[in-house]
């Protein structure tokens, strides 16, 4: 870092890491309730799927929106919004469901404002710390994104803990009490510096971007990425109740949980080492290991071991979209805000399309293994793809 700045900067790489952990809130809060939505508003799968597909559909429109929008608004305005639709989504979700007739019409606006907040965080924070004078971008790419993985541990934790004392009833209390970070974290953006990522009139263009090869194999990549590591995300706390036969309990922290921790310890060791170890050949290895952990969980048979196959999931998926960013920034170092959102859209268009999969698959077979089954051919794609990203030369 550079002498003098590295306090401003750092409390920016701050604000960035507290974005993510409100990503993670507006991410995994939900779906540790699917079965208390199901049973106390008589919300049938289909729809409860249709939450999720619309917290993504909603964050990859914003991304799509956000390649022109972003640089003529900037960066602060931004940043404080999404944490401001964050947190309204959240009081949103504890409030609405039961003020509106249909309880579930409640459910669908709450997910849509938060959602607002989740893609505009997805498309912000990452170009702001690839802007910032660190040195080691990829390993402090890696980092950043862990915070997304603490989050979601953290979510787990307390909201587990939150339930066993307070009782699952109470679960509109804890989803306003998640608005606070979000509120926090927008004053925060008011204050800390945001540098610029490219210099103005310096990027390519929208038209430059969409007509390169190298950008469009990137795409997919982010896309299976988000889609492998969200498949088994969104569902690992209904697997583990509903496919494993665990309670509730047991399965929040050994479904859910133990996929963060171990896909945040992933980005961290990989934050840590990676000036020593080749990004590609890494990812490459975790992709091999994704989908060995869904064969493991869904073929198993066994409650233990499946839950081993949704924790290794968590290991394996860690540095796909955080490498994904870092190998797409160092081939296309013009790329700009407009690249970071093109990346945002496809991985959120992954993390759509990998739970809706898994769903649909699901009501179809009346198997959520079987459904989760499905979601074994992102890792398979996104090993081709790294095969060709080998092939790739650096874009001028």
């Known amino acids: 870092m550079r002498d003098g700045t590295a306090p401003n900067y750092q409390h920016t790489l701050f604000a960035c890491c507290f974005g993510y952990i409100t990503q993670a809130i507006v991410n995994s809060f939900a779906p ?13 799968l ?7 597909t619309l917290n993504f559909c909603i964050q990859l429109t914003v991304d799509l929106l956000s390649v022109k929008l972003v640089d003529r608004i900037g960066y602060r305005p931004c940043a404080v919004a ?24 409640g459910l669908l606006c709450s997910v849509a404002l938060y959602a607002v907040g989740g893609g505009l965080l997805e498309v912000l924070v990452s ?23 603490w989050g979601c541990v953290l979510v787990t934790l307390v909201s587990t803990g939150f339930f066993a004392l307070a009782g699952v009833g109470n679960w509109r209390i804890l989803a306003c009490l998640w608005a606070v970070l979000p509120l926090a974290n927008a004053l925060l953006f008011t204050r800390v510096p945001i540098p610029t990522l490219v210099p103005e009139g310096k990027g390519m263009s929208l038209g430059e971007l ?11 990549l982010m896309l299976c990425s988000g889609a492998a590591e969200q498949a088994m995300s969104q569902w690992a706390s209904t697997f583990a109740e509903a496919g494993l036969q665990v309670s509730k309990t047991v399965g929040d922290l050994a479904g859910p949980c133990a996929f963060s921790l171990l896909m945040g310890a992933s980005r ?28 493991l969980a869904t073929l198993s048979g066994n409650a233990a071991v499946g839950l081993v196959g949704c924790a290794l999931c968590g290991f394996s998926v860690g540095i796909l979209w955080p490498g994904t960013f870092s190998l797409v920034s160092a ?39 079987i459904g ?7 890792p398979v794609v996104l090993i081709a793809g790294l095969l060709l990203v080998r092939r790739t030369e650096r874009v001028k």
């Not at 309730?33 to 508003?41: A, V």
């Not at 999404?82 to 504890?94: H, P, Q, R, T, W």
């Not at 170009?127 to 994104?145: Q, T």
């Open 46 to 52: 289909e729809q409860i799927t249709l939450l999720v």
């Open 372 to 378: 989760l089954l499905a979601g074994v051919i992102f």
């Open 210 to 220: 969409l007509r390169s090869k190298v950008i469009w194999l990137f795409f997919v």
């Open 331 to 369: 081939r296309c170092p013009r790329g700009g805000t407009a690249m970071f959102a093109l990346m945002a859209l496809g991985g959120d268009l992954g993390c759509g399309g990998g739970p809706t999969l898994v769903g649909l698959v699901s009501s179809a077979a009346g198997d959520l293994n």
């Open 32 to 44: 540790l309730l699917f079965l208390t939505f199901q049973s106390e508003f008589g919300i049938p």
């Open 82 to 105: 999404a944490n401001l639709f964050a947190a309204l989504g959240l009081v949103g979700l504890g409030t609405l469901p039961s003020l509106l007739p249909d309880p579930y019409i």
């Open 268 to 295: 961290a060791i990989y934050g840590k080492f990676s000036e020593k170890w080749d990004l590609v050949p890494f990812m490459m290895g975790s992709g091999v290991l994704c989908i060995a952990s869904y064969l």
């Open 127 to 149: 170009p702001i710390v690839e802007a910032c004078p660190f040195d080691n971008k990829a390993g402090v790419m890696a980092n950043l994104h862990s915070f997304y993985c």
